[in-house]
């Protein structure tokens, strides 16, 4: 990590060198400033200040760009591993070890704790919020992945096979996103049940459309194999197919491990 972090800083010192040499050229005086490891919202600032310095000449504005892009691209690259480099404050280490633990039994453990990882604090230690909280984000991939499909249609040049294949796909995403609502509906059902019997009724339900939106997934998926089907497409489609299947086959297996316990 600290050899990645000192690449970024050698580009983003490449990058304002490069700047300062190219605005001398053009006249463009620029303040002095220190550039050891400052925060994230004071570089922002002194590259705002910079710019605004710079004469509005075409050669000015050509390297200014350059330069934005390249700090820019150096700033957020640095803040996102630092964010994935330590867990953000404020998140209980009791809740995040629940869930990467309940993920270890699930066919897709790194995708369960990448997913589920950010709702720790909602989670905590409950296996009814942890299988909740999987298929709300299961649906919410889903959605996602229907809109996309939907949009494919508007492809011009697309043969007759390939618009029938997108339409069956977009039918059996709207059923998986109808069953995957079922599934919470009777989740939350098992919460206020009265007794034994009518808690096993609402998890039995909550299993089989959990799974059977499963199947409807892997239906879609299937459509798209067919050699002739466009390559880019069928890549885009099957890929966030794929991933919806696996956020709905970890939210399957953690509903199982909540009826259990």
């Given amino acids: 990590k600290s050899s990645l972090f000192q690449i970024k800083h050698i580009i983003f010192l490449f990058s304002f060198s490069l700047f300062h040499l190219v605005s001398s050229t053009v006249n463009t005086k620029l303040p002095a400033i220190n550039i050891p490891t400052p925060t994230l919202s004071s570089q922002l600032t002194q590259i705002s200040h910079i710019l605004s310095l710079s004469q509005e000449t075409p050669m000015a504005k050509q390297y ?10 150096y700033l957020f690259s640095s803040d996102l591993t630092a964010a994935t480099a330590a867990s953000p404050a404020g998140v209980s280490k009791k809740a995040v070890n629940f869930i990467q633990s309940s993920c270890k039994a699930t ?3 790194a ?7 950010a709702y720790a604090n909602a989670i905590q ?3 009814k919020r942890l299988a909740e909280t999987a298929l709300a984000v299961t649906l919410s991939r889903a959605q996602t992945t229907q809109l996309f499909v939907s949009r494919l249609t508007r492809f011009k040049g697309l043969k007759k096979r390939e618009v029938e294949a997108i339409h069956d796909c977009a039918e ?7 069953r995957l609502n079922k599934s919470i509906q009777e989740l939350k059902l098992c919460g206020s049940a009265k007794n034994q019997d009518q808690f096993s009724f609402h998890m039995s339900n909550a299993q089989t459309w959990t799974s059977a939106a499963l199947t409807d997934e892997n239906t879609c998926s299937d459509g798209f194999s067919g050699r002739f089907m466009d390559g880019r497409i069928k890549n885009s489609v099957r ?3 794929v991933n919806v299947g696996q956020e709905t086959s970890n939210a399957l297996s953690l509903i ?4 259990e316990k």
Avoid: G, M
């Avoid at 199982?256 to 009826?259: D, K, S």
């Fill in 64 to 73: 200014q760009t350059l330069f934005l892009i390249f700090s820019i691209s």
């Fill in 107 to 109: 066919k897709y453990p």
């Fill in 172 to 178: 059996e995403i709207n059923d998986t996103i109808d």
């Fill in 239 to 241: 890929a966030k197919i």
């Fill in 125 to 127: 230690t409950s296996p």
């Fill in 111 to 117: 995708v369960c704790f990448n997913s589920l990882s």
């Fill in 256 to 259: 199982n491990a909540y009826a």
